[in-house]
């Protein structure tokens, strides 16, 4: 069987259903647009102009014949997965079609922050969403985000901080961390949180912050920290915060790494009480104002995931259910 992924994969976790579809020996590629940038400072300036006077990326244009020209090269796939189809022309997602006879996309954004057109909608046979609201309002399948890595808590690791947090710079998470950091001064608890954002955005978010005082442990920073090393900083902790963007419905990565190292959660997703894995031993949804948070929380024992319903989440499950392999016999 060939299979190919298709995606920008900015954060690097598409990479792990390719390798997930290799070990079941399948045939498996990703073409991976993110890495396709401009090569030199001539491409970049002259995009720069395109971009200003023609209203053209050309970098998205590279990107797009990157895709097609892999697909001219890979040959006819029996199935395809794109990930997120905003990313793509119309045109593109016509042409990549004409490579198989199955195109199913997953959607790692609900539609009201990542609009996608009906027309590209209608171009897949299958539609996975995270998204709660987008699945009862459109009809898509749903499916959450996996875990991606083994289990691999270390009994005898005593973590140094009671919570941790890394995040991409959002008004909607930073007032409420404003509001978090109060309430975890107040309970003498020891905590780090890394804010990602762009360029030129260090000082707005440290003016975000003016009213906090400076010993909080909060790092600004503009460099992306590879998801890989994630694992280390989680460790250290007993818990892990997860915070929802406007609009957002779905789990995040965070829940299923928390799970994956037998960690606690905490977060404002109010969602996570439906799922079969929810337990408030180990998931603390926090209200409006946080005064639900407690030491207590954090000083009870992690309990255990029943292994059937830690299977349902993991990657092996989610490349058997997108491509239609084999169950878990």
Not at 4 to 23: A, H, K
Not at 173 to 193: A, C, D, G, M, Y
Request: contains cysteine.
């Amino acid at each position: 069987m060939k299979i190919c992924v298709i995606s920008f994969d900015f954060w690097g976790y598409d990479q792990y259903i390719v390798e997930n579809l290799r070990s079941k020996n399948i045939d498996a590629h990703h073409i991976k647009i993110g890495d396709v940038t401009h090569s030199n400072f001539s491409e970049r300036a002259t995009n720069a102009v395109s971009k200003i006077f023609l209203n053209k990326n050309l970098k998205t244009e590279k990107r797009q014949r990157f895709v097609t020209d892999s697909l001219a090269q890979l040959g006819h796939q029996d199935q395809i997965l794109v990930m997120n189809p905003d990313t793509f022309d119309l045109s593109t997602l016509q042409e990549i079609r004409k490579y198989t006879d199955r195109l199913i996309t997953y959607l790692y954004d609900s539609l009201d922050r990542v609009p996608v057109d009906k027309e590209k909608i209608n171009l897949f046979d299958k539609i996975f969403s995270f998204d709660i609201a987008d699945i009862q309002k459109y009809g898509f399948e749903k499916l959450t985000n996996y875990i991606y890595m083994p289990n691999c808590r270390s009994e005898n690791a005593t973590p140094e901080m009671d919570l941790f947090y890394i995040t991409s710079y959002d008004n909607k998470r930073v007032e409420f961390i404003k509001l978090l950091t109060k309430r975890l001064l107040e309970l003498q608890l020891k905590f780090q949180i890394i804010v990602i954002g762009k360029k030129g955005w260090k000082h707005q978010l440290r003016n975000a912050f003016i009213k906090i005082p400076e010993n909080l442990h909060i790092i600004f920073s503009i460099k992306k920290i590879d998801h890989k090393k994630l694992p280390e900083y989680y460790k250290n902790s007993r818990a892990l915060l997860d915070l929802t963007r406007e609009n957002q419905y779905g789990l995040s990565f965070r829940v299923f790494e928390a799970m994956a190292l037998k960690k606690k959660i905490i977060t404002d997703n109010e969602s996570i009480k439906s799922y079969d894995f929810y337990n408030p031993q180990n998931i603390l949804v926090l209200n409006e104002t946080c005064s639900n948070l407690d030491k207590s929380f954090f000083e009870s024992p992690y309990e255990k995931v029943p292994e059937e319903i830690y299977y349902k989440y993991t990657l092996e499950h989610w490349t058997n259910k997108v491509f239609g392999l084999n169950k878990k016999t």
